[in-house]
């Protein structure tokens, strides 16, 4: 399983836009990538899932390069509900088994 | 249809005592996760079943903790002579098999060893 890397924490001001990296070096082929974001006591909630190029949903973008060693999770003009962790999970959709969650990301929004 | 559902939601419970976690999945989702979340920490995995196997324990942090799946559906772990370090948040998730990572959490269920 793709060991992950982000960033601790980061801060942002409401209606800017927040890109947060994942470095995830040794990717496999049949690899998804995948991004969770969790509120204060709440579980993990499925945000977004790409295997390469660009994915857009209602929510966010994810903008993975050509060779596919890292990915960006871009959150459109941020409030100060979007405040919570988001982590990045990178694993095989068909057989995964061990799913590790790195530690995350905490992005504050500040008024 | 309902999501997962955790019960209960909060457990206090005496240093050397019991303790069991229910987990109800979404209806057929193969696959079920346990996870650990230590105040202000990430999640460390558990267990996870795929169906009523649970093909890899190894994330279990000892023998005092056990884990089972029946009928392909609702999940229990066990804590055995609980300890304080014990303490956390145990969140359960389900998936549908073929989408393994897009996982549906519960609320969890917090859990203080005194």
């Known amino acids: 399983l793709a060991k992950t890397t982000q960033p601790i924490s980061m801060d942002s001001y409401e209606g800017q836009e927040v890109n947060i990296t994942c470095s995830h070096n040794?990717?496999?082929?049949?690899?998804?990538i995948t991004w969770y974001q969790q509120f204060p006591s709440q579980g993990p909630r499925f945000i977004i899932q790409?295997?390469?190029t660009k994915v857009t949903n209602e929510v966010a973008s994810l903008f993975i390069p050509a060779d596919r060693k890292s990915s960006t999770l871009s959150l459109p003009r941020v409030s100060l509900s979007d405040t919570a962790v988001y982590y990045c999970l990178v694993g095989d959709r068909s057989n995964t088994g061990k799913l590790i969650f790195g530690q995350g990301t905490t992005l504050q929004v500040k008024p | 249809g309902a999501g997962v559902s955790q019960s209960p939601s909060n457990k206090v419970t005496e240093k050397g005592k019991d303790v069991e976690l229910r987990c109800d999945p979404i209806?057929?989702?193969?696959?079920l996760y346990w996870y650990r979340q230590s105040l202000g920490q990430g999640l460390e995995f558990l267990i996870y079943f795929q169906g009523n196997s649970a093909p890899d324990k190894s994330g279990l942090p000892s023998d005092r903790f056990s884990a089972e799946r029946t009928g392909g559906s609702v999940s229990t772990l066990t804590i055995q002579r609980t300890q304080q370090e014990d303490s956390a948040v145990y969140l359960c998730?389900?998936?549908?098999?073929?989408?393994?990572?897009?996982?549906?959490f519960g609320s969890g269920t917090q859990l203080s060893v005194l």
């Open positions: 998730a389900s998936s549908l098999e073929g989408t393994l990572l897009e996982l549906f």
């Open positions: 790409g295997y390469k």
């Open positions: 040794n990717i496999a082929t049949n690899d998804y």
């Open positions: 209806s057929g989702h193969t696959a």
